[in-house]
């Protein structure tokens, strides 16, 4: 077993390269997306007995790196871009964020026995993860502070419903085409730049980035952790963060932060560092060990979500394109929304799944606190 913490480190570091060589050289890896190969290397890794259950670097990835991987993704969220997104992706991820509250609503319902007093702190982690992905997993557990037993457990089953969604949404474009519109032509790569489709992908392009940029960067979210961290001190009622989202979004508005150079890039790194953690935490045994009414909870959050999507979504008239983008967006944010516009060769979708998901990222934390809250307020399972 590999038990040092250098060694460690290196191999959390190694397969999340990895995992982006495969999702950049691989066309058929590249329709799973580096987010979900580095949560399924990392549960192998796991789950075959190769790193320990705990060490000071998962401590090290899943506290301060995911917090700066949240900083730096809210920085690079321009408000103004938005729109750009269009109103139909909008009005999809809409839709996906109403449906995971929803279902994180009913499931508290259905599954109040068996966690008791802790359904509401389960269902505000649930409502932020389907609403902006596994990242806002980590911030609203942590922050309506999930026991650790049931915050394993619901990791391990949050990511196996992930990538069942996922595959979900890779193929009922194809099994319910003809009951949607057409994706538009103008969402769809062409025979003459399918091939450069790749080119649109954040994690693979080019860009000039300074090492004062990322100087800048790093001191930034540095500043926002320690801002966030000392107005949760001192206004208890408010998560720590809250306070980083909303910092972070503020700051991003900026002038200087306008187009933030490497910020997604530096972003995405520390996010998919967080991701192999994530893997490495998802054992078997962990389901188990709190019950597989986790997993059941979190596939009945799910399922309404896609009800209401591909439902509502349908009544809407909207295209079955948009609906999956969105959709995935809102469960596994941007990269997973990425995987399904690359795969299907929806070029024009990519960039409006990039800015919903980022927007994810900010959305789910304040859902999955008001969800939780309200849940609580309803003496649901108390």
């Known amino acids: 077993m590999i038990e040092t913490p250098l060694a460690v480190a290196a191999v959390v570091a190694a397969v999340a390269a990895l995992a982006f060589i495969l999702d950049h050289r691989v066309p058929a890896l590249s329709k799973v997306g580096a987010s979900l190969l580095c949560i399924v290397f990392g549960a192998v890794l796991s789950n075959a007995g190769l790193v320990p259950e705990s060490s000071p670097v998962y401590d090290g990835i899943g506290g301060p790196v995911t917090s700066l991987a949240i900083a730096w993704l809210l920085l690079a969220v321009n408000l103004a871009d938005v729109r750009r997104a269009g109103p139909r992706v909008l009005a999809a991820f809409a839709l996906a964020c109403a449906g995971t509250a929803l279902g994180a609503f009913a499931g508290a319902f259905l599954f109040s026995g068996a966690f008791g007093g802790e359904t509401w702190k389960l269902a505000g982690t649930l409502t932020g993860t389907y609403s902006g992905g596994s990242v806002n997993f980590v911030a609203v557990g ?8 049931l915050f394993a457990g619901a990791t391990a089953a949050d990511n196996l419903t992930t990538g069942l969604w996922l595959g979900a949404t890779l193929m009922l474009p194809v099994w319910l085409k003809r009951y949607y519109p057409e994706v538009p032509e103008s969402f769809v790569a062409g025979a003459d730049d399918e091939d450069d489709a790749g080119q649109d992908h954040p994690f693979f392009a080019r860009l000039p980035v300074s090492t004062l940029d990322l100087a800048l960067l ?32 503020a700051v991003g508005q900026t002038a200087p932060f306008r187009t933030p150079r490497g910020a997604l890039q530096l972003g995405n790194v520390a996010l998919h560092l967080f991701f192999v953690v994530i893997g490495i935490h998802s054992r078997v045994a962990e389901i188990v060990a709190v019950g597989v009414e986790v997993f059941f909870y979190t596939l009945v ?33 941007p990269s997973s929304a990425l995987a399904v516009a690359v795969s299907r060769q929806w070029r024009g979708l990519i960039l409006p799944g990039i800015l919903v998901g980022l927007m994810g990222y900010a959305v789910g934390n304040y859902l999955g606190f008001a969800l939780g809250w309200a849940v609580r307020g309803l003496g649901v399972g108390l």
């Not at 942590?142 to 037993?149: A, F, I, K, S, V």
């Not at 439902?311 to 969105?326: C, E, F, P």
């Open 301 to 333: 959050v799910v399922a309404v979500h896609g009800a209401v999507v591909y439902g509502v979504g349908r009544w809407a008239r909207l295209d079955l394109g948009t609906l999956s983008v969105a959709s995935q967006a809102a469960v596994g944010g």
């Open 218 to 249: 790093a001191a930034t979210g540095l500043v926002l952790l320690l801002a966030a961290d000392a107005l949760g001190r001192a206004v208890p009622a408010i998560p720590a963060v809250l306070w980083l989202t909303t910092l972070a979004l």
């Open 142 to 149: 942590r922050g309506l502070e999930l026991p650790d037993t």
